[in-house]
């Protein structure tokens, strides 16, 4: 009778070595995504207001025309219309999604911001309440940038 072949126990050098080149591609993509974990800041409830803001100011470059926007500070509807020599019309109409505990505080029964083609504007001053501090957000004139101030 023949002798058996010896079983064969444990991994080649070369078996190894490329478990251990996959792990190192791995791990090489990886550590960029987990890297930044937990840095990012918080959204603040102004958020959304910035960001309605910086669309209708670019909505005014973009179009070379007036932009106005109208929003309710009780029911958060916006509506977004441009004004133009060779007319009017509706650009954008929908919700402002602040969050359920956060609210807009004004005198005003509607905010309303209207933007020029070069990107000047003017509009009303609003708190949004709700989050870690208040936040009093307000267009400046000669630039058109939003910016919140703490109060």
């Known amino acids: 009778m023949p002798p058996r072949p010896l079983a064969r126990h ?20 990886a550590v960029p995504a987990f890297s930044g974990f937990g840095r990012d800041p918080q959204p603040t409830g102004a958020d959304a207001m910035f960001g309605l803001l910086k669309d209708a100011r670019k909505a005014a470059i973009d179009f070379n025309a007036n932009v106005t ?26 919700t402002l999604d602040l969050g359920l505990s956060r609210t807009l505080v004004t005198d005003q029964p509607r905010l309303q911001y209207v933007f020029r083609p070069t990107g ?27 910016h919140a101030d703490s109060l």
């Open 69 to 94: 926007l109208r929003l309710d500070p009780t029911t958060l509807h916006y509506e977004l219309d441009t004004s133009t020599v060779s007319g009017y019309g509706v650009l954008a109409t929908g």
């Open 120 to 146: 000047a504007a003017f509009g009303d001053t609003v708190v949004v309440r709700g989050g870690a501090l208040p936040l009093t957000i307000r267009v400046d004139p000669w630039s058109g940038v939003a």
């Open 10 to 29: 444990g991994y080649t050098l070369w078996e190894l070595t490329m478990v251990l080149l996959v792990l190192a591609i791995a791990a090489t993509l």
